[in-house]
């Protein structure tokens, strides 16, 4: 008997995988821009430097920095059999890039005035992880 099988017919959960490298590079870095450059499918970096755009008052640059960020995820996470829905686990660490970088998205298009793609990104995010929004909009 499998005590995890999924009796609600709900998609499984996505978990991305871990990149080592990438993942301790932006850990030592104090600027994420040349991880970003080193490893552009890593989300993470991109999600750093949204963030870091957005703190500078910057939202256009964070908006880009997001978008780029996003995108890289969602390649990932259908590469992982994703398919357009279903639980992206906070507590995995390799997600937390996508789901950072999802959360900057909506934060600066709600700065630019982008209201629509802001609730878009935050119903997104809700759905995809409530540990994530919780975390992200303490």
């Given at each position: 008997?499998?005590?995890?099988?999924?009796?609600?017919n709900?998609?499984?959960?996505?978990?991305?995988p871990?990149?080592?490298?990438?993942?301790?590079?932006?850990?030592?870095?104090?600027?994420?821009?040349?991880?970003?450059?080193r490893?552009?499918?890593y989300?993470?970096a991109?999600?750093?430097?949204a963030?870091?755009a957005?703190?500078?008052?910057?939202p256009?640059?964070?908006y880009?920095?997001?978008?780029?960020?996003?995108?890289?995820?969602l390649?990932?996470?259908?590469?992982s059999?994703?398919k357009?829905?279903?639980?992206?686990?906070?507590?995995h660490?390799?997600?937390q890039?996508?789901?950072?970088?999802l959360?900057?998205?909506?934060?600066a298009?709600?700065?630019?005035?982008?209201?629509?793609?802001?609730?878009r990104?935050?119903?997104?995010l809700?759905?995809?992880s409530?540990?994530?929004?919780?975390?992200?909009?303490?």
């Amino acid at each position: 008997m499998n005590l995890h099988q999924n009796l609600l017919n709900e998609p499984p959960e996505t978990r991305l995988p871990d990149n080592a490298e990438a993942r301790e590079a932006l850990a030592a870095a104090t600027d994420p821009a040349p991880v970003a450059g080193r490893f552009p499918e890593y989300s993470a970096a991109w999600a750093r430097l949204a963030e870091n755009a957005l703190a500078a008052g910057e939202p256009v640059a964070a908006y880009a920095y997001a978008r780029t960020g996003y995108h890289r995820g969602l390649d990932q996470l259908r590469r992982s059999g994703w398919k357009g829905h279903g639980p992206i686990p906070w507590e995995h660490e390799p997600n937390q890039g996508f789901l950072r970088a999802l959360h900057a998205l909506g934060k600066a298009a709600e700065q630019i005035g982008e209201a629509q793609e802001a609730e878009r990104c935050a119903t997104f995010l809700r759905d995809s992880s409530a540990e994530a929004d919780k975390a992200l909009n303490a």
